[in-house]
């Protein structure tokens, strides 16, 4: 597999550090857009951008918080990815501009990309979802489910998969009932899987939540589901 390299961009005069990964094989790719926890783009992320690249993605690891903005404590993190959960059109913008950077390489079919993110990058892989960008596919992995800005009935025209933990604390059953009346009367075609026997973070090996043989199950059912869409 090639080596990673980084990608600078601007949004919002941010800039802005990707890690883009690709295949061994010839593209033009299916892509993955890949947003991180709210802990931002570290190596944990980039470690998921290997395991879809091996799979035979092109993958984005977008930062979402810039290279100035980067936290270095849990702290800054609560605060810096506050700005974009308090702020939801801000960060629909933010991810569309990550879409567009990673719909722009040359190795990749702009027309099979597909969204994936993990508890605040969950959060913004569904609102790029609701924004009206066309993807194959968004998936969810313990993400925020709640929003500013409800979809309206039309407006998602591809998938969605969305892996929740029973009892989270971060994203409350409240949220869960919600997001199921959002895209029910949306008619989006969404799935929804419901775990019991784990934490909020469990695949990050980072996480006190972190469960290997969860996180495996997690990468089976999420990769399978990519497949059967492209």
Known sequence: MPEPYKINHIHHDTELESVFLLPDDEGPFPAVLLFHEYTGLNEVTVNHAKRLAAAGYAVLAADFYGVRNRPSTVEEARSTH????NDR????????????????????????VFVLGFSFGGGAALELARSGERLKGAVSVYGYLDTSHPVSPGEIQFPLLAIH??????????????????????????????????????????????????????????????????
């Not at 933010?94 to 099979?112: E, I, M, W």
């Not at 989270?168 to 009346?181: E, G, I, N």
């Not at 899987?193 to 996180?215: K, V, Y």
């Open 82 to 85: 506050r700005i974009y959960r």
């Open 89 to 112: 059109l801000l960060m629909r913008e933010r991810a569309k501009a990550c879409l567009a950077v990673l719909r722009d390489q040359s190795n990749v079919d702009p027309d099979r």
């Open 165 to 230: 933990v029973n009892n989270d604390p971060v994203v409350p059953a409240d949220h869960l009932l919600t997001f199921k009346d959002e895209m029910q009367s949306a008619e989006v075609k969404y799935e929804l899987i419901r775990l019991d026997d784990a934490q909020h973070g469990f695949t990050n090996p980072e996480d006190a939540g972190f469960d290997a043989s969860l996180a495996e199950d997690m990468w089976d059912t999420v990769l399978k589901w990519f497949k059967g869409k492209k």
